[in-house]
């Protein structure tokens, strides 16, 4: 007779695995339910939505000549990566110093929590006017994704163990030394972590953000297009990419997130 032990980790994976099965098809079950129980087109059952996203993987999207689902994909993934990476490149060394330097910290925190609130999608009609439909999308992403990772950046400095520090001066380390060599690799977590979120808050980011920029012809732009057009199978179809898009991010995203915090000593 099976029996689970906890410690072992093919029986947590397994155990993993039943749970997120049970899970997808409860939800799948009440959404077949809620479409026959609502009964209207804006509510297509799982069957339907599953035999559209088949349809736009085998003959792609019938609006627009046969643009392929990898094409839409592409498109956001683009856009999505260069918000990222400008996000990164930003945030962390901002947040680096941010957290270093408290009479900096204190000056921009009023900035910070005044503009942190606002809404990412607000910025983006402000985005496509001012800057194009090229530049305006990548910059919803980086807005979204900047300031999770940025305020992580700086808690994960003003954790440092000050102990560290005090052992790294006495042994003789510069201030470069001691932000390289012990600042920077202790936050590393806490950069993993806000990333984690930034991603998941930059997919909603990106989809929003094509709504507007329909010249990018995002899997947003591909929601849109079918949802105005009452091909509501095809719009939810989409809505499942995305989700996929998401999940397979976040999901990577978090099992390096573990993996770091791990090899670093810390609880997760």
């Given at each position: ?32 339910v ?24 085998q ?22 990566l ?34 942190r ?9 402000i ?16 807005v ?21 520090v ?103």
């Amino acid at each position: 007779m099976f029996k689970y032990d906890k410690h072992n980790k093919y029986h947590r994976l397994l155990r993993q695995i039943l749970i997120i099965a049970v899970s997808l098809v409860i939800f799948v079950e009440a959404w077949w339910v809620v479409s026959i129980i609502a009964d209207v087109s804006t509510v297509p059952t799982p069957a339907q939505t599953w035999n559209a996203l088949v349809d736009l993987i085998q003959n792609g999207d019938s609006m627009t000549n046969g643009k392929t689902l990898w094409s839409y994909i592409g498109s956001s993934m683009s856009t999505f990566l260069k918000g990222f990476g400008l996000a990164l490149l930003v945030a962390i060394p901002l947040g680096l110093i941010l957290g270093k330097f408290e009479s900096l910290r204190s000056f921009s925190t009023p900035i910070i929590e005044i503009l942190r609130p606002i809404a990412p999608i607000a910025w983006a009609p402000i985005f496509m006017v001012a800057i194009g439909y090229d530049l305006g999308p990548m910059l919803v992403v980086f807005v979204g994704i900047f300031f999770p990772l940025l305020t992580n950046v700086i808690f994960g400095v003003s954790k440092i163990d000050s102990k560290l520090v005090d052992a790294s001066k006495t042994l003789g380390a510069s201030d470069t030394q001691i932000f390289i060599k012990v600042m920077v690799p202790s936050t590393i977590p806490y950069i993993m972590n806000g990333i984690k979120v930034g991603l998941g808050i930059g997919w909603m980011c990106i989809v929003a953000a094509e709504l507007y920029a329909s010249p990018l012809g995002g899997i947003g732009f591909y929601l849109s297009e079918q949802a105005t057009a009452g091909y509501w199978p095809s719009a939810y179809a989409a809505i499942a990419v995305i989700a996929v898009l998401g999940l397979l991010t976040t999901g990577v995203a978090e099992y390096i997130h573990k993996m770091v915090s791990k090899r670093m000593g810390m609880d997760v």
